[in-house]
Nanobody, 122 residues
């Protein structure tokens, strides 16, 4: 069974930094894109950043220049370095991976982590 586990959330003052990690484990054949989403209280989940297996990245406009997504393929791990944090960055951050589980059917499925809370105080 495939599992994604995030870590690194917490409480930080505005202007501070946090680094989130997410590791995929279980019977995995391959991992394609990995990304981060977030959900603020009372709002819909929104996309934050994506990184391909080859290392190409994309960012939401609201975080571009402040957040950096990276990954270590050998560890099935994706990171999100968040700098210059703002109160509006507060929310639950979810990791997502489009991956192929081990088995005879080479199909790509999206998997999600349980989320990690990030709170930025003003």
């Amino acid at each position: 069974q495939v599992q994604l586990v995030e870590s690194g959330g917490g409480l930080v003052q505005a202007g501070g930094a946090l680094r989130l990690s997410c590791t995929a484990s279980g019977s995995i054949s391959s991992i394609n894109d990995m990304g981060w989403y977030r959900q603020a209280p009372g709002k819909q989940r929104e996309w934050v950043a994506t990184i391909t297996s080859g290392g190409s990245t994309n960012y939401a406009g609201s975080v571009k220049g402040r957040f950096t997504i990276s990954r270590v393929n050998a560890k099935n791990t994706v990171y999100l370095q968040m700098n210059s944090l703002k109160p509006e960055d507060t929310g639950v951050y979810y990791c997502c991976a489009n991956l192929v589980p081990a088995g005879p059917r080479l199909l790509v499925y999206p998997y999600w982590g349980q989320g990690t809370q990030v709170t930025v105080s003003s």
